[in-house]
């Protein structure tokens, strides 16, 4: 019974920010890597921003300089600070968690959010 979920998006100017929140919950034993992924109509799924447990992270190119991904492991919660919004930044933002189960299998196996939309429009 573990479940993601992730909020905080909306409708924002470009060069605006926002921020997204994401937290696992369930019978949930360990966390490893956590991470945002966006998609946009017909286009690819996309990794956006990705962090391990100990805290190494990995941006996209277009992202870079411009979000921040962090976590609290006591929360079980990743974040994504998002500046400087441009319109391309516009897709549905999904968050991932690599989660190990306390009622489950050993391995750890990858959940996502429902997903929350991001719009960058004048």
């Known amino acids: 019974q573990v479940q993601v979920a992730e909020s905080g998006g909306g409708l924002v100017q470009p060069g605006g920010s926002l921020r997204l929140s994401c937290a696992a919950s369930g019978n949930i034993f360990s966390i490893n890597r956590m991470g945002w992924y966006r998609q946009a109509p017909e286009k690819q799924r996309e990794l956006v921003a990705a962090i391990t447990s100990i805290g190494s992270t990995n941006y996209a190119d277009s992202v870079k300089g411009r979000f921040t991904i962090s976590r609290d492991n006591a929360k079980n919660a990743v974040y994504l600070q998002m500046n400087s919004l441009k319109p391309e930044d516009t897709a549905v933002y999904y968050c991932?968690?690599?989660?190990?189960?306390?009622?489950?299998?050993?391995?750890?196996?990858?959940?996502w959010g429902q997903g929350t939309q991001v719009t960058v429009s004048s």
């Open positions: 991932n968690a690599n989660i190990r189960s306390s009622s489950g299998s050993y391995y750890y196996a990858p959940y």
